[in-house]
């Protein structure tokens, strides 16, 4: 018994070792991985404090490991699926400058375009153009799209995500980095108002209502509540497509 107590402490002191290894080798390497430190440092002890069980024979990922997975969008992705016995197909395709030329053109029937925004983006650089402040690229991208002329009658809904992480980084990082004429505070309230005022003036028509979330990917109560939100507006527009609403 004492020698099983002996082997259990050793293999949690190597354990705790090995993790403070390991947070040290990936702060020193998260520049180069993560530009952003913050979706880093929660990405480290996220996965860390949860080693055992990651590592266990019979591990199954949780929900939320699955959440916080992310692969590169490229191309167009379709997805088919149900809510409220609805039948929804979504095309997800990515933001990248070099993707955008795929599919700008292809959604001209779409009931709506859902756009994300990373909060968290609004003091980092695009990766194919280390010149080009990432918000100030997702503002001109949103410009283009709300504006378009194939996308007159879509609705438009955005989604200001990352708000956990942004939350904690405007603390530390002003805003002033992305936007030199904000007065405000380095409160979330005043910050995030203020981001959302700079992506909804895009809108130049006065028909076109701009619906806008503030979401944390990884919060499923609050993706819940959005998506129900989401798709009142969608049932809202197909009826007044038929002269139903």
Not at 71 to 90: D, S
Not at 176 to 202: H, L, M, R, W
Request: hydrophobic residues 35%; charged residues 25%.
């Amino acid at each position: 018994m004492a020698g099983e107590l002996v082997d259990e402490a050793f293999k949690s002191s190597r354990l705790h070792q090995l993790s403070d290894s390991v947070i040290h080798n990936c702060h020193q390497a998260e520049s180069y991985f993560y530009p952003d430190p913050f979706p880093s440092h929660f990405v480290f002890y996220s996965y860390l404090d949860c080693l055992d069980r990651i590592g266990a024979p019979d591990y199954q990922p949780t929900e939320q490991d699955i959440l916080r997975t992310r692969v590169k969008t490229t191309g167009i992705v379709e997805t088919h699926f149900t809510f409220k016995n609805l039948h929804f197909r979504l095309f997800d395709v990515g933001g990248q400058r070099s993707e955008r030329k795929k599919w700008i053109h292809c959604f001209e029937d779409v009931t709506a375009i859902i756009f994300c925004v990373a909060l968290s983006g609004y003091d980092q650089v695009l990766h194919e153009d280390e010149t080009t402040n990432r918000m100030h690229e997702s503002l001109k991208l949103f410009d283009s799209i709300c504006n378009n002329k194939w996308f007159t009658d879509t609705s438009i809904i955005l989604f200001l995500n990352k708000k956990d992480i942004f939350e904690e980084k405007i603390k530390k990082s002003p805003l002033i980095i992305c936007f030199p004429d904000y007065t405000g505070t380095s409160n979330f309230p005043d910050a995030v108002t203020y981001i959302q005022t700079q992506y909804e003036s895009k809108n130049k028509s006065s028909n076109k209502e701009i619906y806008t979330h503030i979401t944390c990917a990884t919060d499923t109560n609050n993706i819940q509540f959005v998506f129900d939100a989401v798709t009142d507006v969608i049932i809202a527009n197909n009826l007044r497509g038929c002269g139903l609403y």
